[in-house]
């Protein structure tokens, strides 16, 4: 391969010479590895250094044709095993996920540019808990009957049919694995499509699958841009059901394309999650909650409290020892375990990162941290996608910095009066995703919470999940809820049959 460049559209991209033995990731359709229809690939390249770290395939409407035809085919015989016999496929899958899990954190911080230890202990072990998750919520599954004086209706699921499932590159295989694992437990069989920036993991879960043998075409991995291989799985005319987790606009996009022939639909999309600091929070505890609300995975998570608001009485206080936090945060090679904050997924993400800082300025901000490259990075990570954690004041609560997804290591931070203005500043942005609350008063802090317009909310804590829980937003965070019994109704049909006794 060496030093020509693959010309495929994509982003300009530094190939070394000695890249000779970079893989090739390939699709995975009815149980076989195999290279794009139109041999054409895309780079992958790497975060924090990038330079080409693989190839993969650049698939089109033909690949995912020759995958949604696999996956309609092994579905009646994956449909008719026992909610036991796919519950114990989904333990196989986990326990061979686990073995290689170290492969997993390995490939996911060196494909995303997040540090080793967040990919160690939130990517590859929640990937792994969402399999067996699922394995023991369908194992427990009990579908309900209902008793009339002179019938019973008995309530019955049945697989929707080829799941399509899109995800994004900040959480790949961790998405990824929270849609595989209730689609196939529910009998469906799966077309997944990961993001193109990201596809190691996907392919790595590819591998697993078939090691332990699941039936050709029950799972099958088609790589590719969303443009290409992405709107052909959304519009083709034999998939049931699409499931998507990305951008806001990306999200419509995909809406329209499946509403075509009404496929059963769920969008998890962004987010602007507000952060309410009230003025008897323990600061003690909440200062560190704050940060990490704010800056896990470089900011990158769709549930991230980018818009800190803090009761004014202790708005100088809580700054002052938030910016000393968010400053000592070690930001560099994902690599080092004392590392925090690692590099931007890519150049083209970090561009539309800076383009809010700038807009910032225009609005008005001041910034109190960041807004630049991190000092001492080293040489050769000298072309990486970095950006020091940014902290940014002064902004209207309805300016864009304060109300548009960012999606990076960048906050704003924003004083209120009274619980009537947090709560209108917390709702006042077209997102509805999630928020936390911060306080002593557990009651003030659930009166908060059922103030704001969101899906989720938590009470002095962030990301605490519990997997039988709904997860979704509201507004333009998305449609539909996954998570526990929200998932297996989601990846099901639910069909009612009346018996009538007189
Ligand atoms: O995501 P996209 P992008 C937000 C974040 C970010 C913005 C854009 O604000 O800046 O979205 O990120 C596939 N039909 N989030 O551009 O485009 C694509 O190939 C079908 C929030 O990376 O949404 C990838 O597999 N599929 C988010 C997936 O959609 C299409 C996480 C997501 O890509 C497609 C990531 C199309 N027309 C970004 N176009 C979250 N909710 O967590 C693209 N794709």
């Given at each position: 391969m060496g030093d020509e460049c693959c010309n495929s559209g994509c982003k300009p991209c530094l190939l070394d010479p000695d890249d000779g033995d970079i893989p090739d990731l390939l699709n995975y359709i009815d149980g076989e590895f195999t290279t794009a229809a139109s041999e054409e690939w895309l780079n992958d390249l790497s975060p924090v250094t990038g330079m080409r770290i693989a190839r993969v395939p650049n698939s089109n409407e033909d690949d995912i044709d020759a995958a949604v035809t696999a996956a309609r085919s092994a579905l009646p015989e994956w449909a008719a095993f026992s909610r036991e016999e796919r519950a114990t496929w989904l333990d196989k899958i986990a326990d061979a996920l686990e073995v290689r899990s170290e492969e997993v954190a390995q490939l996911e911080s060196l494909d995303t540019g997040k540090p080793i230890t967040l990919a160690r202990s939130v990517d590859a072990a929640r990937s792994i808990a969402n399999f067996r998750f699922f394995a023991e919520q369908v194992r427990e599954f009990t579908p309900e009957t209902f008793e009339m004086t002179n019938a019973t209706n008995h309530v019955i699921y049945k697989p929707v049919g080829v799941a399509g499932l899109i995800t994004p590159w900040n959480l790949p295989l961790y998405l990824l694995s929270w849609k595989v694992a209730p689609a196939l437990a529910m009998g469906n069989t799966v077309v997944a499509k990961p993001s193109e920036l990201t596809p190691m993991t996907a392919s790595l879960l590819a591998e697993i699958i078939d090691d332990v043998g699941l039936p050709a075409g029950v799972f099958n991995l088609v790589h590719g841009t969303g443009i290409n291989a992405g709107s052909a799985l959304t519009s083709h005319?034999?998939?049931?059901l699409i499931s998507f987790t990305g951008g806001t606009a990306t999200g419509a996009a995909v809406a329209a394309s499946a509403a075509s022939n009404f496929k059963k639909l769920s969008l998890e999309l962004g987010g602007k999650n507000a952060t309410i600091v009230c003025a008897d929070a323990d600061l003690d505890a909440t200062i560190p909650g704050v940060v990490r609300a704010g800056f896990l995975n470089q900011g990158q998570v769709c549930l991230c409290g980018s818009r800190i608001l803090i009761e004014e009485s202790i708005y100088d206080e809580f700054v002052g020892k938030f910016l000393t936090a968010v400053n000592d945060m070690p930001v560099g090679d994902p690599s080092d375990p004392d590392t925090t904050l690692g590099a931007l997924v890519s150049s083209d993400h970090l561009e539309k990162v800076m383009s809010y800082i700038t807009l910032s300025q225009e609005e008005g901000g001041r910034i109190l941290a960041g807004g630049n490259k991190p000092e001492g990075i080293p040489e050769q990570f000298a072309n990486g996608n970095w950006l020091s954690p940014t902290v940014i004041e002064g902004?209207?609560?309805?300016?864009r910095c304060a109300t548009e997804?960012?999606?990076?290591?960048v906050v704003t931070l924003h004083p209120f009066a009274d619980e009537e203005e947090a709560l209108a500043i917390a709702n006042a942005t077209d997102y509805g995703l999630a928020g936390s609350v911060w306080t002593r008063d557990l009651e003030k802090g659930k009166r908060i919470a059922e103030g704001i317009d969101t899906g989720m909310v938590w009470v002095n804590t962030w990301?605490?999940?519990?997997?039988r829980t709904p997860f979704g937003g509201v507004k333009h965070s998305g449609v539909g809820r996954e998570g526990g019994r929200w998932s297996l109704s989601f990846y099901s049909h639910a069909v009612n049959i009346c018996l009538y006794d007189e």
């Open positions: 005319h034999d998939v049931d902004l209207s609560p309805e300016s997804e960012i999606f990076g290591p990301l605490h999940r519990d997997l």
